[in-house]
């Protein structure tokens, strides 16, 4: 909202400077961003009077003229023929600068002297006509500054109003906050207007069909006007705000709009058929041609003023090109109405219309205001074009807009709030310079009703907040609360986020978290199938766009897009892990299933750039000892890793499902290739997504100590041939269940395929540990267990050994 300082004067006596001003206002809650100097292009240009008036003695088209300023004569020749003795005029003296980088100077022209020049608006750069020399105000004192004597200099504030206070949206409104700031009174403007003629009723009429979009809609009649460039003062007023002047009948409509905050629209009643506006919602599918030009689509619940045949104006927005004031309108209709803000909010969305007048409208106007604003319009559009304003004013009413009455405020709970010691006669006070009425009731509480045009207070808090901010902020104390300290709560879950966390952190990884709504399109660039469980997308229902219009499915896509993003600006090592839920959709009218999920990622090299390691990318194994070290920390037992070539996302071979005991657990391998491509991820990526709550569950902090042993260890090797469908578990788990005491483990240390190995077998070798906790084993002792166990492996697993026949 832009607030030129010479127009807040209008309403109200300030003594502070601009920046006192925006000081007050800004510690009040309605901040100014700014305020900037609106001064005018031009310097040494004063009011001048024309005393005498003839011929150009060798010119045709020029004249000779003599200008007083007050105490001199200037002779000036002038080729304008709009100008007459007695006119007050701008006159740029000798050494005057105007717009252009032009500087005034003693001159001949034709052989006559002279000794300035009278100015246009246009050369003085503060409006567009260019026709003829600017007639002033004859009010205006001779001899002064053009720029004071116009109050050009001007401060602007630019004030950022809160949506929660249309009625600032006005000048009236921020001059009502300035009063009560700096305890005076606002001068309200003359609303009055001389009416004579007909009756409006008898010429034109308004019906409603839509009550419930437009409760109420008042309008007036103007005859015999003139159209026709507003005075300076009105195109001055509304430049220094931003609005662009355009004609006496426009300027006033806007110029109201500013003043009170309440839109308004002037038709051509002869364009309006039947003499009648009916206000009812649009038809699916009907077009209408706005003021902008543009031909709109209207869908069927945006609201219309039409007249007897067709659509004029989109309520509250924007008139029609079809009803428009013209250079030769003579008799307007003057609209005042409130609309309802939701409707209006809607459709300006929709239709990708924000205006003036639906920046208001939306948040806002006051019902209560919309015929003071219509009769201070009328009043100054007949003063400005020497029109007559006909007798009454139509005004449909037909659902009276609630306000809010008698709202209790009790003292001492305003200063338990606040923690003030505020008295009750300065909270009525406070209240009082802001328009709202106090009553007194028993028990020392007050009844307030505030004014319409507040329509933000409702409640006793709201109250609470006014006499905070209008006392002044600054003037709560300082305290601190009193609040005894005690032991954070016990919360599992979190402990148990904690230890994953610290898990991953150890080994490298960083915690990124991304947005739990994504693309639709997440399950096609994963190549997840029609029926899998991770297209049961939960929709958002007001999307900010497409590609974040659903809810996760799953925490791999945000991973793999985070990682897109950061090889494009240079970062190609990465550990990421991120700890959230996924969403999927149950039955229609449920709620969704949520789901706790742990996603990790891995990237790049291996070790990053050392000088004492080689350069090594990393694969799948690096991925698979951070799971293994994870489930390690957490005291996870149980975990089995079977081959998947099934899992869309992940490289056939190089991918593994996990299962802890019998829970399915998560999955874990390369990035497919297919997926990489389509997100444009150009370097391999191996990925991880457990189930958290089967972690937890399985996650024990039971620590137990085993002694380091004081007796050596004895290994024996042998590499088993065996079908290639033979996982390492299964040989693993036959040795280690022969129940043996002196097998202290058994692990895998080798795995070939190739020449000299049989097609669809591999070689497996494995490491056996023996060890007994008492004395130091006999080779002999060790050889007869050993080979017992052996022999027990071949016979469950159908191996052989490699090598032996």
């Not at 026709?228 to 430049?239: A, G």
């Not at 003057?334 to 300006?348: C, Q």
């Not at 010691?421 to 028990?443: F, H, K, T």
Request: glycine letters at 8%.
């Amino acid at each position: 909202m832009l607030a030129g300082f010479t127009w807040l004067k209008d309403y109200i006596d300030i003594t502070e400077s601009p920046g006192e001003i925006a000081e007050r206002l800004t510690m009040a809650g309605l901040e100014v961003d700014s305020v900037t100097e609106s001064a005018p292009g031009f310097s040494g240009v004063v009011v001048g009077k024309i005393t005498a008036l003839s011929r150009h003695p060798n010119a045709d088209k020029l004249s000779l003229c003599d200008v007083s300023t007050g105490d001199r004569i200037h002779k000036v020749v002038c080729g304008a023929a709009n100008i007459h003795v007695g006119d007050v005029v701008p006159l740029a003296t000798v050494g005057a600068t105007i717009p252009g980088g032009y500087t005034i100077k003693h001159s001949k022209i034709r052989g006559e002297a002279s000794e300035g020049m009278l100015c246009s608006e246009e050369e003085l750069g503060i409006g567009d006509d260019a026709t003829g020399i600017m007639i002033l105000d004859g009010a205006l004192p001779l001899g002064e500054d053009l720029a004071r004597a116009l109050h050009l200099n001007d401060r602007v504030f630019d004030v950022a109003i809160t949506p929660n206070r249309p009625d600032c949206l006005s000048m009236l409104g921020v001059a009502r906050e300035i009063a009560a700031l700096t305890h005076t009174k606002v001068r309200y403007p003359d609303s009055r207007c001389e009416e004579a003629g007909e009756d409006v009723h008898d010429i034109a009429s308004v019906e409603i069909l839509s009550p419930h979009l437009c409760p109420r809609y008042t309008a007036r009649m103007i005859r015999n006007v003139e159209i026709k460039p507003s005075p300076s003062w009105l195109r001055m007023r509304l430049e220094a705000v931003g609005l662009r002047a355009i004609n006496n009948v426009v300027d006033v409509t806007n110029f109201v709009m500013m003043e009170y905050g309440q839109p308004l629209h002037a038709f051509d009643f002869r364009f309006l058929e039947g003499g009648k506006i009916i206000v009812r919602g649009a038809a699916e599918g009907e077009e209408f041609i706005s003021l902008d030009e543009k031909t709109r689509t209207l869908k069927e619940d945006t609201l219309m003023i039409c007249d007897g045949a067709k659509p004029v104006a989109i309520a509250g927005i924007m008139g029609g090109l079809n009803s428009e004031v013209r250079d030769d309108t003579d008799t307007v209709l003057l609209e005042s109405a409130y609309f309802n803000p939701s409707s209006i909010r809607k459709t300006s969305r929709l239709l990708g219309m924000s205006t003036d007048a639906a920046f208001r409208f939306e948040r806002g106007v006051d019902p209560e205001g919309v015929t003071r604003a219509l009769d201070r319009a009328a009043s100054l559009i007949a003063q400005l074009s020497g029109g007559t304003v006909c007798r009454g004013y139509i005004d449909q009413y037909p659902q009276k807009v609630p306000s809010a009455r008698d709202i209790p405020l009790r003292p001492d709970r305003v200063n338990e709030i606040l923690g003030t010691d505020i008295a009750p006669s300065r909270m009525v006070e406070i209240l009082e310079n802001i328009e709202m009425e106090c009553r007194a009731e028993e028990g020392g509480a007050y009844a307030v009703t505030p004014p319409t045009f507040r329509r933000d207070i409702y409640r006793e808090i709201d109250l609470i907040e006014e006499i905070a901010r209008l006392n002044g902020y600054e003037d709560i104390p300082i305290t601190i609360p009193a609040l005894s300290p005690r032991e954070k709560a016990d919360n599992e879950k979190e402990q148990f986020e904690d230890r994953v966390k610290s898990a991953l952190n150890g080994q490298g990884y960083s915690e990124v978290i991304n947005y739990s709504f994504t693309t639709p399109q997440s399950a096609s660039m994963l190549g997840f199938g029609e029926d899998h469980e991770c297209r049961r997308f939960v929709r958002i229902a007001n999307p900010l766009t497409e590609d974040t219009s659903v809810m996760r499915t799953t925490i791999v896509y945000g991973l793999l897009d985070t990682m897109r993003r950061n090889i494009h600006v240079g970062t190609t090592d990465l550990k990421l892990f991120e700890i959230g839920k996924i969403f999927i959709e149950t039955t229609e009218g449920a709620l969704p299933l949520e789901k706790e999920r742990i996603g990790g990622l891995l990237t790049g090299a291996r070790y990053g750039e050392t000088w004492h390691f080689k350069e090594a990318p990393a694969d799948f194994y690096d991925l698979k000892g951070c799971v293994d070290t994870l489930f390690q920390v957490l005291g996870v037992e149980g975990v089995r890793f079977t081959a998947d070539a099934r899992i869309s996302f992940l490289h056939p071979g190089k991918a593994a499902v996990i299962h802890i005991g019998e829970d399915f657990a998560g999955v874990m391998g390369e990035a497919h290739p297919d997926v990489c491509e389509k997100m444009d991820i150009s370097q391999r990526a191996f990925l991880f997504e457990l189930d958290l709550s089967v972690l937890r569950a399985a996650s024990s902090r039971k620590k137990s100590f085993k002694e380091l042993p004081r007796y050596p260890a004895v290994t024996r090797d042998v590499a088993f041939l065996v079908n290639g469908d033979v996982t390492g578990e299964r040989m693993i788990a036959l040795a280690s269940g022969q129940e043996e005491e002196l097998l202290e483990s058994v692990s895998i240390f080798d795995v070939y395929t190739g020449k000299g190995i049989p097609e669809g077998m591999k070689s497996l070798a494995l490491r056996f540990t023996y060890r007994a906790w008492s004395r130091t084993l006999a080779d002999s002792e060790v050889t007869e267990v050993h080979r017992t166990i052996v022999e027990q492996v071949l016979k469950h697993s159908g191996a052989k050994i490699r090598g032996v026949e």
